[in-house]
């Protein structure tokens, strides 16, 4: 009997058969424990700390490649058999779930109780809401409503002492104790494992439309793009592809029909031969749109470019030259709305060492004007030197304390977030 | 304090910045809630995040623990001073330093009054959304403190949606610069950590705000009740019927009658047992869409009649009302207990009624003022401080609506903060595990717990703060 074997019956003796996954397509495959509750979930941390094990939480793991592959990891920790609705209030317009819920799922949820679920992310179906959460991933949704860490209202994390502590609440309102929730958001599981998530909801669209135009060259839609963002209305998402021969921009709009509807006639005056879908086939579309302008079907290196909205008409034609210059081809997204770029890195970087130069170079050229570039879905011969999410943050050093101080013995396989953390 | 340490802060922020005569400490002596007291060693007032830092470097090294104070308007006692310890003010440094009109952002020193951050933008057609009732004297680096709320937090969130950057001086005097706005964080998100951390992680000297455009039109509604339990209920519907004005508002009849016989008189009937403000913004076709239909509820909800502010002045007058209401009730008590709970807002109607009974069993004269849309009660007790008796009464009243209202899935503050008031209530709401993980982030942030010392989390609640130094 090999140690893998023996750690796997540990591990079955908490929560049943043990399955192996991949964390990333470029590594073995590792025991995989799915806890059952909150109190299996405990229990497992707590094997993991007195054995000193190492554990990468997971939720369907449409997100580990936006991190370094860890150095040594013992198993996997997927909350994906965590799914019960803890409370949902709908007069209240607030929702409880576990973590490993589906994004579908809990957004029919959400849609039956009258509201409409925000960050509405790209391939809800291979999404959790804690693993969501924890990535802090938003959705195109991000103009109208904010991103994903202004609507979360309270958490349940199981800590690395191996206890479910929770933070914030389930109240639209509420100050009460630090927002350690604002911590766990965005942490990438490196500071414990989210089993509960409290929402804030908001109303469902009483109608839909999305609104599209073609553009010659990109100078024209970002032209179009400004125009349609001045307007009064509140657009929902709003982004611009590359098409064929040009680009192609897409507005979202939605909510109280007589809105949405004086909406609609402001954008049609400022977008000429635009083209109108409305109701649940605009829903459809928009959610494949959002799949596409976020890259999250990509099988290749991906990168994700962010900046204030002013610097957007001068940040992506430099992206555009750089990926010209290095003969990069793939798709390229924009969200101008909330200035964000999405670049898919098809060919032109099948070397790891090409694709971490050019991604340093990027790096160096637009932080003069403030822009950011993530690495995602990098082989991790790319990652040696590169850290993926970006140059060193100011206050690496307290958030590494902080990190230290939950987590003191790094049980939840520390190291591949940004920094090292 | 020494002689010499007052010298040597005195040479860091000249002889302006530093208050240590008795009787100029007085006016620091507590916040808003008067009822706990404690004169500060000395206050100090720096000009520039350098000066705050070099100032700081100094209580450091002689390990003297720090109280952070915007304008003292706070009501959980998040401001007041600890014993040997030293206030830092900001009332010197109320710069706006940098207006952002295309990337609607703004920033600013932390003294900068709240409201003096609109007047500055509303030219450029931007405005600070969170609006406390207090904002005509209440600073952004005091609200980022506490997470500070308002009126119109309703629609467009708290102080912690609207803050993108910080830069903080720590407890050793180290500056640590956030001040890049940022779609997402890089790392952990400091800054979202950091708002309403209650003073008790570092002091925030700039603050990058953004700002909002100043909507098309904004319309305000009076709904005049004959009962408040009526009003609670419309509110409660408004919520179920997925509405988005960006005010709900209540006030009840020892509230207008305070208000109405004050400066602040703002033409609400003195005969009306509560009145419910509306206010909704945007286009027009979305405010006759979002008010049409919370019409139609306040009229089936028993609202005996609705008045629109017909003009700019006159729904500035039915703010002032509102917003002036806690100074109001000085007329009918010398001092005034502002309570802060949370409540889910399909139980307005219960909770208000069991703070009334509760007030009522104490024989204390309670006046309801809250925001409605966000289930934010502030059940406030008038009282006269030299009454001992009456002070008794007051917090044993206090004690048993937080108790009521967490009983029924609320929470101890909405927008006031925990401080020192409901300190000892946070195990109500957390467990020691839950509250262990908090001191240890705040142990990350200062190791030797000398930041506002004392608040927020009970003391025997865990280890880390019991292990704080005494000041010398």
Known sequence: ?421 | MKRELIDELRGVLGAAGVIHEPARLLAYECDGLALLRQRPAAVILPRTTDECARAMRILHREKIPVVGRGAGTGLSGGATPVEGGVLVGFARMRDVLEVNVADQYARVQAGVVNVDLTLAVEKHGLFYAPDPSSQAACTIGGNVGENSGGPHCFKHGATTRHILGLVIVRDDGSVLDLSLPQADPLGYDLVGLFVGSEGMFGLATEITVRLVPTPAVTETLLAIFTDLDAACDAVSDAIAARLEPSALEILDRLTIQAVEASVFAAGYPREAEAVLLVEAEGSEVEVEATLAPLRAIAQRRGAIDIRRARSATERKKLWAGRKGAFGAMGRIAPDLYVADVVVPRTKLRELVAESTRIAREKRLKLANVFHAGDGNLHPNISYDRRDADEVKRVLEASDEIMKVVVAAGGSLTGEHGVGLEKQEFMSLVFGDDDMRAMCRVRNAWDPQGRLNPGKLIPVHACREMRGTERPR
């Open chain 1, 1 to 421: 009997m090999t140690s893998l074997d023996v750690l796997e019956g540990r591990l079955a003796a908490i929560v049943g058969p043990i399955s192996r996954a991949k964390p990333r397509l470029d590594v073995e495959p590792l025991p995989l424990a799915a806890p059952r509750s909150v109190e299996e979930t405990c229990e497992l941390v707590r094997l993991a700390t007195t054995d000193k094990l190492r554990i990468l939480p997971v939720g369907r793991g449409s997100k580990l490649a936006w991190c370094t592959t860890p150095g040594h990891v013992d198993f996997l920790l997927s909350t994906r058999n965590l799914q019960r609705v803890v409370s949902h209030v709908p007069d209240d317009g607030t929702i409880t779930v576990e973590a490993g819920l589906g994004m579908e799922e809990l957004a029919s949820r959400c849609r039956s109780g009258g509201h409409f679920l925000t960050p509405d992310v790209p391939l809800p179906a291979q999404r959790s809401i804690g693993g969501v959460v924890a990535a802090g991933e938003s959705g195109t949704d991000r103009l109208r409503f904010g991103p994903v860490r202004h609507h979360v209202l309270g958490t349940r994390t199981v800590l690395a002492n191996g206890l479910a502590t929770r933070s914030g609440g389930q109240l639209v309102k509420n100050v009460t104790g630090f927002d350690l929730q604002r911590l766990y958001c965005g942490s990438h599981g490196t500071l414990g494992v989210i089993v509960e998530v409290s929402l804030r909801l908001f109303p469902e669209p009483e109608h839909e439309l999305r609104v599209t135009c073609r553009s010659s060259d990109l100078a024209d839609a970002l032209s179009l793009s400004r125009k349609a963002l001045s307007l009064p209305a509140r657009i929902v998402s709003l982004g611009i592809e590359r098409v064929d021969g040009g680009f192609e921009l897409a507005a979202r709009l939605f909510g109280l029909r007589p809105v949405v509807e004086a909406e609609r006639a402001q954008l049609l005056a400022t977008w000429p031969r635009a083209t109108i879908v409305e109701g649940a086939l605009a829903r459809s579309a928009c959610t494949a749109a959002s799949a596409r302008q976020r890259l999250a079907d990509s099988p290749h290196p991906t990168l994700r470019i962010a900046c204030m909205p002013s610097r957007l008409e001068v940040v992506a034609p430099l992206v555009q030259r750089a990926l010209a210059d290095a003969r990069i081809a793939g798709r390229f997204a924009l969200q101008p709305g909330i200035a964000e770029l999405d670049v898919e890195v098809a060919s032109g970087c099948s070397e790891s060492a090409t694709l971490a130069t050019f991604v340093r170079s990027l790096r160096a050229t637009l932080a003069k004007h403030s822009a950011t570039v993530a690495l995602r879905n990098a082989p991790r011969t790319a990652l040696v030197e590169l850290d993926p999410f970006g140059e060193r943050a100011p206050g690496l050093e307290l958030m590494r304390a902080i990190q230290r101080n939950l987590d003191p013995d790094g049980v939840f396989a520390t190291g591949r977030f940004h920094g090292g953390l």
